[in-house]
Protein backbone atom coordinates (compact mmCIF):
# COMPACT_ATOMS: atom_id res chain seq x y z
CA UNK A 1 0.00 0.00 0.00
CA UNK A 2 1.64 3.26 -1.31
CA UNK A 3 0.18 6.91 -0.40
CA UNK A 4 1.45 10.25 -1.08
CA UNK A 5 1.76 12.61 1.99
CA UNK A 6 3.09 16.56 0.77
CA UNK A 7 4.41 18.26 3.24
CA UNK A 8 5.01 21.78 3.47
CA UNK A 9 7.36 23.76 6.07
CA UNK A 10 7.21 27.36 6.37
CA UNK A 11 9.57 28.46 9.19
CA UNK A 12 9.87 32.37 9.68
CA UNK A 13 13.12 33.86 11.17
CA UNK A 14 13.44 37.79 12.59
CA UNK A 15 17.22 39.16 12.04
CA UNK A 16 17.42 42.09 13.25
CA UNK A 17 14.47 43.74 11.64
CA UNK A 18 14.22 41.82 8.55
CA UNK A 19 11.67 38.63 8.08
CA UNK A 20 13.33 36.02 6.59
CA UNK A 21 11.49 32.88 4.82
CA UNK A 22 12.45 29.33 4.45
CA UNK A 23 10.07 27.23 2.47
CA UNK A 24 11.08 23.53 2.84
CA UNK A 25 8.84 21.87 0.15
CA UNK A 26 8.98 17.81 -0.45
CA UNK A 27 7.33 14.92 -0.63
CA UNK A 28 6.91 11.49 1.30
CA UNK A 29 5.81 8.08 0.16
CA UNK A 30 4.07 6.06 3.01
CA UNK A 31 4.23 1.97 2.56
CA UNK A 32 2.44 -0.43 4.79
CA UNK A 33 4.80 -3.47 6.07
CA UNK A 34 4.49 -5.77 8.25
CA UNK A 35 7.20 -6.21 11.12
CA UNK A 36 8.24 -9.12 9.59
CA UNK A 37 9.48 -7.59 6.25
CA UNK A 38 10.98 -5.21 8.09
CA UNK A 39 12.61 -6.75 10.90
CA UNK A 40 16.48 -6.78 9.34
CA UNK A 41 16.17 -2.96 9.38
CA UNK A 42 15.14 -2.38 12.64
CA UNK A 43 18.14 -4.87 13.73
CA UNK A 44 20.28 -2.56 11.78
CA UNK A 45 19.34 0.45 13.30
CA UNK A 46 19.49 -0.98 16.52
CA UNK A 47 23.36 -2.49 15.86
CA UNK A 48 24.43 1.31 14.79
CA UNK A 49 22.56 2.83 17.79
CA UNK A 50 24.00 0.75 20.52
CA UNK A 51 27.18 1.49 19.32
CA UNK A 52 27.09 4.87 19.86
CA UNK A 53 24.99 4.78 23.31
CA UNK A 54 26.64 4.71 26.82
CA UNK A 55 25.90 2.22 28.99
CA UNK A 56 23.83 4.59 31.27
CA UNK A 57 21.46 5.13 28.30
CA UNK A 58 20.74 2.00 27.48
CA UNK A 59 20.30 1.12 31.14
CA UNK A 60 17.54 3.85 30.92
CA UNK A 61 15.67 2.77 27.94
CA UNK A 62 15.74 -0.62 29.61
CA UNK A 63 13.95 0.62 32.51
CA UNK A 64 11.60 2.18 30.36
CA UNK A 65 10.41 -1.38 28.33
CA UNK A 66 10.28 -2.85 31.73
CA UNK A 67 8.47 0.19 33.47
CA UNK A 68 5.75 -0.07 30.84
CA UNK A 69 2.21 -1.45 31.42
CA UNK A 70 1.27 -3.94 29.01
CA UNK A 71 -1.85 -2.06 27.22
CA UNK A 72 1.17 1.28 26.81
CA UNK A 73 3.13 -1.35 25.49
CA UNK A 74 0.37 -2.74 23.37
CA UNK A 75 -0.66 0.14 21.74
CA UNK A 76 3.38 1.54 21.18
CA UNK A 77 3.60 -1.62 19.04
CA UNK A 78 0.36 -1.38 17.40
CA UNK A 79 0.70 2.07 16.41
CA UNK A 80 4.71 1.64 15.46
CA UNK A 81 6.54 3.70 12.73
CA UNK A 82 9.63 4.65 11.23
CA UNK A 83 10.69 7.87 8.94
CA UNK A 84 13.32 6.47 6.24
CA UNK A 85 15.32 8.76 4.33
CA UNK A 86 16.86 6.73 1.25
CA UNK A 87 19.03 7.51 -1.87
CA UNK A 88 16.69 6.32 -4.20
CA UNK A 89 12.92 6.45 -3.66
CA UNK A 90 11.61 4.51 -6.42
CA UNK A 91 13.94 1.54 -5.53
CA UNK A 92 12.82 2.19 -1.76
CA UNK A 93 9.17 1.34 -3.00
CA UNK A 94 9.99 -2.11 -4.63
CA UNK A 95 12.29 -3.03 -1.99
CA UNK A 96 13.43 -1.69 1.29
CA UNK A 97 17.56 -2.60 0.64
CA UNK A 98 19.69 -1.18 3.82
CA UNK A 99 22.28 -0.18 1.54
CA UNK A 100 19.66 2.41 0.01
CA UNK A 101 18.93 3.79 3.63
CA UNK A 102 20.95 7.11 4.65
CA UNK A 103 19.12 7.74 7.28
CA UNK A 104 16.44 7.02 9.61
CA UNK A 105 14.46 9.30 12.03
CA UNK A 106 13.95 9.18 15.95
CA UNK A 107 16.86 6.30 15.80
CA UNK A 108 16.18 5.98 19.77
CA UNK A 109 12.49 5.14 19.47
CA UNK A 110 13.47 2.41 16.76
CA UNK A 111 15.74 1.43 19.38
CA UNK A 112 13.15 1.12 22.11
CA UNK A 113 10.42 -0.54 19.93
CA UNK A 114 13.40 -3.23 18.74
CA UNK A 115 13.77 -4.45 22.02
CA UNK A 116 10.66 -4.59 23.08
CA UNK A 117 9.27 -6.48 19.61
CA UNK A 118 12.84 -8.96 20.62
CA UNK A 119 11.15 -9.50 24.09
CA UNK A 120 7.89 -10.06 23.08
CA UNK A 121 9.08 -12.16 20.19
CA UNK A 122 7.37 -10.51 17.26
CA UNK A 123 10.17 -10.72 14.95
CA UNK A 124 8.29 -12.60 12.50
CA UNK A 125 4.44 -10.93 13.54
CA UNK A 126 2.54 -9.36 10.95
CA UNK A 127 1.88 -6.29 13.10
CA UNK A 128 2.04 -3.50 10.55
CA UNK A 129 4.49 -0.66 10.61
CA UNK A 130 3.57 2.72 8.77
CA UNK A 131 7.08 3.62 6.89
CA UNK A 132 7.59 7.05 5.50
CA UNK A 133 10.38 7.38 2.68
CA UNK A 134 11.88 10.31 1.89
CA UNK A 135 14.60 11.46 -0.55
CA UNK A 136 17.56 12.06 1.81
CA UNK A 137 19.26 15.36 1.66
CA UNK A 138 21.59 16.04 4.26
CA UNK A 139 21.01 19.90 4.66
CA UNK A 140 17.48 19.34 5.32
CA UNK A 141 17.78 16.84 7.33
CA UNK A 142 19.95 18.30 9.93
CA UNK A 143 18.65 21.35 9.76
CA UNK A 144 14.93 19.82 10.79
CA UNK A 145 16.63 17.21 13.62
CA UNK A 146 17.94 21.01 14.59
CA UNK A 147 15.00 22.89 14.68
CA UNK A 148 12.98 19.88 16.42
CA UNK A 149 15.57 19.94 18.93
CA UNK A 150 15.57 23.62 20.19
CA UNK A 151 11.88 23.71 19.89
CA UNK A 152 11.83 21.16 22.40
CA UNK A 153 14.36 23.26 24.69
CA UNK A 154 11.46 26.48 24.41
CA UNK A 155 9.00 24.06 25.01
CA UNK A 156 10.24 22.32 28.22
CA UNK A 157 12.65 24.68 29.80
CA UNK A 158 11.33 27.71 32.43
CA UNK A 159 12.98 30.65 31.79
CA UNK A 160 14.85 32.54 28.52
CA UNK A 161 17.92 31.44 29.98
CA UNK A 162 18.02 28.39 31.90
CA UNK A 163 18.41 25.04 30.02
CA UNK A 164 17.30 22.78 32.79
CA UNK A 165 14.24 20.63 31.48
CA UNK A 166 11.48 20.87 33.55
CA UNK A 167 9.89 17.18 33.96
CA UNK A 168 6.76 18.37 34.88
CA UNK A 169 5.87 19.41 31.78
CA UNK A 170 6.71 16.48 30.57
CA UNK A 171 4.56 14.53 32.87
CA UNK A 172 1.65 16.64 31.65
CA UNK A 173 1.36 15.01 28.19
CA UNK A 174 -0.34 12.24 29.59
CA UNK A 175 -3.95 13.72 31.06
CA UNK A 176 -4.61 9.98 31.89
CA UNK A 177 -3.80 7.38 34.67
CA UNK A 178 -0.19 7.57 35.91
CA UNK A 179 -0.83 3.76 36.11
CA UNK A 180 -2.48 3.35 32.57
CA UNK A 181 1.24 4.06 31.29
CA UNK A 182 3.68 2.95 33.82
CA UNK A 183 3.94 0.01 36.86
CA UNK A 184 3.85 1.59 40.37
CA UNK A 185 4.01 5.44 39.23
CA UNK A 186 2.62 7.51 41.62
CA UNK A 187 4.08 11.08 41.42
CA UNK A 188 5.73 11.35 37.84
CA UNK A 189 5.55 9.44 34.69
CA UNK A 190 9.28 10.79 33.77
CA UNK A 191 11.09 9.98 37.08
CA UNK A 192 9.04 6.52 37.55
CA UNK A 193 9.86 5.40 33.47
CA UNK A 194 13.66 6.12 33.65
CA UNK A 195 14.32 6.29 37.38
CA UNK A 196 16.00 9.74 36.76
CA UNK A 197 15.57 12.95 39.28
CA UNK A 198 16.82 16.30 39.13
CA UNK A 199 20.28 16.60 39.62
CA UNK A 200 21.93 18.99 41.85
CA UNK A 201 24.40 21.41 40.50
CA UNK A 202 28.32 20.67 42.62
CA UNK A 203 29.91 23.89 43.12
CA UNK A 204 33.48 23.55 43.97
CA UNK A 205 34.72 24.82 47.38
CA UNK A 206 34.87 28.66 47.46
CA UNK A 207 38.69 28.91 48.33
CA UNK A 208 39.54 27.75 44.96
CA UNK A 209 38.62 30.99 43.20
CA UNK A 210 41.49 32.39 45.38
CA UNK A 211 44.18 29.66 45.67
CA UNK A 212 45.04 26.00 45.05
CA UNK A 213 43.02 24.37 47.87
CA UNK A 214 44.65 21.01 49.86
CA UNK A 215 42.63 17.55 50.08
CA UNK A 216 42.87 17.98 53.52
CA UNK A 217 41.20 21.42 53.28
CA UNK A 218 38.51 20.53 50.64
CA UNK A 219 36.29 17.90 53.17
CA UNK A 220 32.50 17.61 52.13
CA UNK A 221 33.74 19.12 48.01
CA UNK A 222 35.61 16.03 47.92
CA UNK A 223 32.23 13.74 47.63
CA UNK A 224 29.70 14.82 44.05
CA UNK A 225 26.36 13.76 46.75
CA UNK A 226 24.78 12.35 43.68
CA UNK A 227 25.52 16.30 41.92
CA UNK A 228 26.36 17.38 38.21
CA UNK A 229 28.67 19.77 36.83
CA UNK A 230 29.35 21.44 33.66
CA UNK A 231 33.36 21.13 32.91
CA UNK A 232 35.15 22.16 29.29
CA UNK A 233 38.21 20.29 27.77
CA UNK A 234 41.16 22.09 28.76
CA UNK A 235 42.52 21.69 25.27
CA UNK A 236 39.66 22.40 22.74
CA UNK A 237 36.87 23.75 25.16
CA UNK A 238 34.51 21.20 24.55
CA UNK A 239 31.98 20.83 27.22
CA UNK A 240 30.89 17.81 29.60
CA UNK A 241 28.27 17.72 32.18
CA UNK A 242 30.02 15.00 34.49
CA UNK A 243 28.10 13.47 36.91
CA UNK A 244 29.05 9.92 39.39
CA UNK A 245 28.19 8.02 36.65
CA UNK A 246 30.60 9.19 33.79
CA UNK A 247 32.97 11.27 35.68
CA UNK A 248 36.02 8.67 35.66
CA UNK A 249 35.75 8.12 31.67
CA UNK A 250 35.95 11.77 31.34
CA UNK A 251 39.02 11.98 33.68
CA UNK A 252 41.41 9.43 34.33
CA UNK A 253 43.75 9.02 37.06
CA UNK A 254 46.94 6.46 36.68
CA UNK A 255 49.09 6.49 39.99
CA UNK A 256 49.26 10.44 40.55
CA UNK A 257 48.68 11.57 37.03
CA UNK A 258 45.70 13.11 35.86
CA UNK A 259 44.05 12.91 32.31
CA UNK A 260 40.64 14.75 31.04
CA UNK A 261 40.07 12.19 28.36
CA UNK A 262 39.13 13.99 25.25
CA UNK A 263 40.58 13.41 21.90
CA UNK A 264 39.40 17.17 20.53
CA UNK A 265 37.69 15.53 17.55
CA UNK A 266 35.73 18.42 16.66
CA UNK A 267 38.17 20.86 16.96
CA UNK A 268 40.46 21.00 13.60
CA UNK A 269 42.96 23.01 15.65
CA UNK A 270 43.37 20.63 18.45
CA UNK A 271 42.57 17.54 16.99
CA UNK A 272 46.33 16.28 16.83
CA UNK A 273 46.91 17.06 19.97
CA UNK A 274 47.03 14.43 22.81
CA UNK A 275 44.72 15.40 25.70
CA UNK A 276 45.48 17.51 28.54
CA UNK A 277 47.23 15.50 31.55
CA UNK A 278 48.57 16.74 34.76
CA UNK A 279 51.26 15.01 37.25
CA UNK A 280 50.16 15.84 40.83
CA UNK A 281 52.21 13.98 42.93
CA UNK A 282 53.01 16.93 45.00
CA UNK A 283 49.20 17.28 46.39
CA UNK A 284 48.46 13.69 46.82
CA UNK A 285 49.52 11.11 49.44
CA UNK A 286 50.36 7.94 48.92
CA UNK A 287 47.24 5.88 50.19
CA UNK A 288 45.07 8.69 48.47
CA UNK A 289 41.85 7.31 46.68
CA UNK A 290 41.13 7.63 42.89
CA UNK A 291 38.22 10.09 43.53
CA UNK A 292 39.39 11.76 46.09
CA UNK A 293 42.25 12.64 43.55
CA UNK A 294 39.50 13.00 40.81
CA UNK A 295 37.66 15.90 43.16
CA UNK A 296 41.13 17.97 43.94
CA UNK A 297 41.14 18.00 40.11
CA UNK A 298 37.66 19.30 39.91
CA UNK A 299 37.68 21.83 42.65
CA UNK A 300 41.48 23.31 41.68
CA UNK A 301 40.51 22.52 37.99
CA UNK A 302 40.43 26.23 36.63
CA UNK A 303 44.27 26.79 38.49
CA UNK A 304 45.64 23.76 37.67
CA UNK A 305 44.58 24.05 33.80
CA UNK A 306 45.27 27.68 33.82
CA UNK A 307 48.42 27.55 30.93
CA UNK A 308 46.68 24.48 29.17
CA UNK A 309 46.48 25.67 25.90
Not at 18 to 40: A, H, Q, R, T
Not at 263 to 287: A, C, G, R, V, W
Amino acid sequence: MIKLLYIYYLIKIRYYNILIYIILIGFSMIVIKSIEDVFNILEYVYVEIEKKLEDWQKELILNIIKKLTEKATDTLINSIYMRIYVKDEKEALQNLFINNIKRIDKELYIYLMYKIINLRNLQKSDIKIKIYIEKYDKYTFEVSNLLDSLLFLINYTDSKQGLSINTNKIDELNTGKLTDVAKGAQKSLTTTLICKKKNDKFVVHPNCKKEIVSIEKLGKYLDLNNKSFNISCPICNKKYTLAEDNIKKIINVQNNKIQFNCKHIESEDYITQMPFSIDLKDYFESNTKEMKKIMFFVNNFKRLTLNAQ
